[in-house]
């Protein structure tokens, strides 16, 4: 059902002109729309064009990590092509596009398991590869100490969507989905803050040591394979956070592909232990609590409440009505998570 949800309307927002490629040092011989990007097939290889909404500074926050990565020996990530003026950033009628070098490859298949293999493998690399980073504690990217106040927003905001609709005389579809099970979810966000209060995440994030780069938004789109490695790209999102934030992430993203079956996330787990130092006690509590947040109903309600997205009615409809046919298997997995990872090592 993915391609029913369109990325027309955010591509229309580009304005490519032989005047804006004038800025670069080679010729476009062609464009060719992918997702919410354009391929421009040059005569220096093929190159990506995207227009982003971020600043200089959140540029220069990426840009400087992925140095990072680089200068530890992690190089299967994104590289930016500079305009003639040597920027990576260039303005064009009211809006800023940058340029990047085309990763040959194909996007991940999360109903493989070798691919979550490979995906989980590589993940752990990045992690390594970001050890002892350099961050800023006042910066917006910087999530230490963050969760659990993020949570109790995210709690108060979606009692807020849901006395909203209440208050609707004529309620659609999607409020009637949403309403008839929104009390479930808002319990589980309370669970979740619970868990997180009475856990070590306090104490993990007082150590320096224990944050990393965390990519922030591991959709199967986002790791390319190629030569049986996988490369990231889309690095839009990352953030300074504790580990165990990207692995929830792709925990969240990978096992949806399965019904949530808790063997995949199993795997993941353990692939990911493989491949770095194990997660330790004090990880695997703060793992439970976050997996308990319900992120993908809050996110379609929160996307349609606010008009986020650009979707169609009916595009909501599909997604709520997903998530909610999935609650129970979720719960299901992250139940058998618990007893695995949490009660089995007390």
């Known amino acids: 059902m993915e391609t029913r949800f369109s990325y027309k309307e955010w591509l229309s927002m580009y304005d490519l002109d032989i005047k804006l490629f004038d800025n670069y040092d080679f010729i476009v011989e062609d464009s060719i729309p992918l997702r919410k990007v354009f391929i421009l097939v040059t005569d220096k290889g093929n190159k990506i064009i995207k227009r982003v909404t971020y600043n200089e500074e959140e540029l220069e926050f990426v840009q400087k990590n992925i140095d990072y990565l680089k200068s530890n020996g992690f190089n299967r990530i994104i590289n930016f092509y500079k305009n003639k003026k040597g920027n990576v950033i260039t303005p064009w009628k009211n809006k800023n596009y940058i340029v990047m070098d085309l990763i040959e490859g194909r996007e991940c298949d999360y109903i493989n398991p070798l691919d979550i293999k490979l995906a989980v493998k590589s993940l752990a690399e990045l992690h390594n590869a970001s050890k002892n980073i350099e961050f800023d504690v006042d910066s917006k990217k910087f999530m230490g100490f963050k969760l659990i106040n993020l949570f109790e927003e995210k709690l108060k905001d979606l009692i807020k969507i849901k006395n909203e609709f209440n208050s609707y005389e004529n309620k659609n579809e999607f409020h009637n989905v949403f309403l008839s099970n929104v009390n479930n979810q808002i319990e589980r966000i309370e669970l979740g803050i619970s868990i997180l209060k009475n856990s070590k ?59 949530f079956d808790f063997e995949v996330l199993k795997m993941i787990i353990d692939e990911y232990n493989k491949n770095t130092n194990p997660l330790t006690q004090d990880e695997y509590e703060v793992l439970y609590g976050m997996l308990c947040f319900p992120q993908g109903f809050y996110s379609i309600a929160s996307d349609y409440f606010y008009r986020k997205k650009l979707w169609q009615y009916d595009s909501f409809l599909y997604k709520i009505s997903k998530k909610v046919q999935d609650i129970n298997e979720r719960e299901e997995m992250i139940e058998n998570f618990k007893k695995a990872y949490v009660d089995a090592t007390f």
Not at 202 to 226: K, P, R, T
Not at 231 to 249: A, E, K, M, T
Request: proline share 0%; with cysteine.
């Open 201 to 259: 995440y306090e104490e993990l994030c007082s150590s320096g040591d224990n944050f990393i780069l965390c990519h922030h938004d591991l959709a199967y789109h986002n790791i390319l394979v190629f030569n049986d490695e996988g490369y990231f790209i889309d690095f839009d999102y990352s953030i300074i956070d504790l580990r165990v934030h990207d692995l929830c992430n792709f925990i969240n993203k990978a096992t949806k592909h399965s019904c």
